[in-house]
């Protein structure tokens, strides 16, 4: 899957990536700012912006390829069989709208549903994401409500259709400490009740441990490895991963450190990849095959795919 501009020098901002969510399966996403997450996420949903496209690969849900169909049938599938919980829902968030009709309009546009029925299903959706009021809820505004109310807001306009996988993108990056642990323990009971398969994109690590079954680890616009979240955290591969990890590690005990670790550089202009391994300006481990040409993936040990000549050539 690439993403390029339309007009203009051309940027691969994400490139030759395979990943695969199995039906009731938390997978996450983990890596820098701009190393092409987000728009992983748009590419699946088919909401890439106009100055970009994508030109090779396939994006299968239910065997069908969303990649190949035109946006009248996109509408369709969006809500009903994948759907987004975005980042910042005070900007996703109609400001003068209720709420509750908001998620009602997920209801009208892809189920039979009457107006009594979807109000019903609504209130039950406010309930199931917490609310102890749902009813005082669904007249509510926006504005009226905190950060973390209007986050369940948006979880519940991702399941009201029951989807067969939710992307969630930073879905706690703008809550703090107590109310991050609730919306993870939420996304996880829904999990649960419904079988949803769930990808998670975020640059917190604290958003995967106890939580995702899987990590993807990606860096300038390529997966560099996966693997359980387990053995990403307790054993990482690529010399990338590493530096994520020791940077967690250093991150949690921070308050009793002066200074905590960072991986030296900065990721390389979408422009201008290098030739070889992306991550070699970066790496202590580099090797001189490392600039001649990106590694492909190894298997150093058996579902841990990482691409780094490190395991072989």
Same mark, same amino acid.
């Given at each position: ?7 203009? *020098? %051309?940027? #691969?901002? +994400?490139? /030759? @990536?395979?990943? !695969? &969510? ?6 996450? $996403?983990? =890596? ?84 009594? *029925? %979807?109000? #019903?299903? +609504?209130? /039950? @959706?406010?309930? !199931? &994401? ?6 005082? $809820?669904? =007249? ?174």
């Amino acid at each position: 899957m690439t993403y390029a501009p339309a007009q203009g *020098a %051309r940027i #691969a901002a +994400v490139d /030759d @990536l395979s990943l !695969e &969510v199995q039906s009731g399966e938390i997978v996450g $996403i983990w =890596g820098e700012s701009g190393c092409g997450k987000s728009t992983l996420s748009h590419a699946i949903l088919g909401m890439l912006p106009a100055h970009a496209r994508c030109e090779q690969g396939s994006i299968l849900i239910h065997g069908r390829d969303l990649s190949k169909l035109p946006e009248p049938e996109l509408r369709r599938i969006r809500g009903r069989d994948i759907a987004l919980i975005p980042q910042d829902p005070s900007l996703s968030l109609n400001p003068v709208i209720r709420v509750g009709v908001q998620i009602a309009e997920v209801l009208r546009a892809h189920t039979p549903l009457s107006g009594r *029925a %979807r109000r #019903a299903r +609504v209130v /039950d @959706l406010l309930r !199931e &994401v917490g609310f102890d009021h749902p009813e005082e $809820i669904y =007249g509510a505004y926006p504005h009226q409500l905190s950060g973390g109310q209007r986050q369940r807001i948006s979880i519940a306009q991702a399941v009201a259709c029951r989807p067969a996988l939710v992307i969630a993108d930073e879905p706690t990056s703008k809550l703090d400490a107590p109310l991050q642990a609730e919306v993870i323990a939420l996304l996880a009971q829904i999990r649960k009740n419904h079988g949803t398969a769930l990808l998670v994109i975020s640059h917190d690590p604290t958003m995967f441990s106890g939580f995702a079954d899987r990590i993807a680890v990606m860096y300038a616009g390529r997966i560099v490895e996966s693997g359980n979240t387990a053995q990403i955290f307790r054993s990482p591969l690529h010399p990338y991963t590493q530096g994520l990890v020791e940077i967690a590690k250093s991150a949690a005990g921070a308050s009793s450190r002066k200074h905590f670790d960072s991986i030296e550089g900065e990721p390389p202009d979408p422009s201008s990849f290098p030739h070889g391994c992306r991550f070699e300006p970066r790496c202590a481990d580099r090797m001189e095959i490392c600039r001649a040409r990106y590694p492909r993936a190894f298997l150093p040990e058996p579902s841990r795919p990482v691409s780094c000549f490190k395991y072989g050539e």
